[in-house]
């Protein structure tokens, strides 16, 4: 029993992908404009950039749609064997057409590395998901039928659309670098002004340095706060209740000078002298 499919329904498969290759025309026609138009209002120049790669695409998929009716011709006099080798040479054509747009992308993003640019606006995040979804879909669709007809055109195409789907996911993977990036910078400037105690070691050396000063008996509370690169101390030092006023101001002093001593970041130290035994 032969296996290969007959010649009408080799012409039917092809057909088939010629008709798939259509949406994936639709598609790419449509994400050409809508991510040109977001990028241009959303002031994102990748996005633009990708926008001018669907259109790429969109030409890949004619090439496909036109090499698969050109191959479900039936044999003539010319072509006794038919027109079947249409169909790689539409593969070949797609395939070169995206090594090509892979130079052209790295170029691009050289380019936007070196050149100073504005952020892009938040909303053209929601496109970039958008085509990533339609995308890897209609790869997946075309992929099928690539496979159950056995068609390196379409197989070529369906790859032709991941690709695009794959720069979709690189844009999104770097808008989640990004995000990552802003959130672990956003936590220390949210924590200094809202006025968090420092993490680190600094507040155990401020209260070893003022333990350190001869006539503290022991501290009561400890508050640290960073402003800028600066550190500001609010200290209540407990001491011997029976000293003068003129020797606890004194005393206040030396640990001051003590404290400040340990870090050049501390700016100012507030003392408040208390009573150690009432």
Known sequence: ???????????????SGARLALVGL?????????????????????????????ALDAAGSIVIWGGLRFAARPPDATHPYGHGK???????????GVLA????????????????????????????????????SLFRSVSRLGRAIDS??????????????????AALFACAVIATTGARLLGPALREILDAAPRGEIRERIRRAARSVPGVIDLDKCFVRKMGVSYYVDLHVLVNGSI?????????????????AT???????????EPANP
């Open 1 to 15: 029993m032969n296996a290969h499919p007959t010649g009408d329904a080799a012409a039917s498969n092809l057909q």
């Open 26 to 54: 639709a598609v790419n026609v449509a994400f050409a404009f809508i991510k040109i138009a977001a990028g241009v209002f959303g002031n994102a120049y990748a996005l633009i950039a990708d926008g001018i790669e669907s």
């Open 86 to 96: 249409a169909e790689p040479l539409a593969a070949v054509i797609v395939a070169l």
């Open 101 to 136: 747009a892979a130079v052209v992308l790295a170029v691009a993003s050289v380019r936007e590395i070196f050149l100073p640019h504005h952020g892009p606006a938040p909303f053209t995040l929601f496109v970039l998901i958008i085509a990533v979804i339609v995308k890897e």
């Open 152 to 169: 390196t055109a379409i197989t070529t195409d369906a790859w032709h659309h991941r690709v695009d789907a794959m720069d979709d996911f």
């Open 244 to 260: 003068s006023v003129h020797e606890g101001h004194e005393l206040a002093h030396r640990v001051k000078d003590a404290i400040r």
């Open 263 to 273: 870090d050049p970041r501390i700016a100012d130290v507030l003392v408040h002298i």
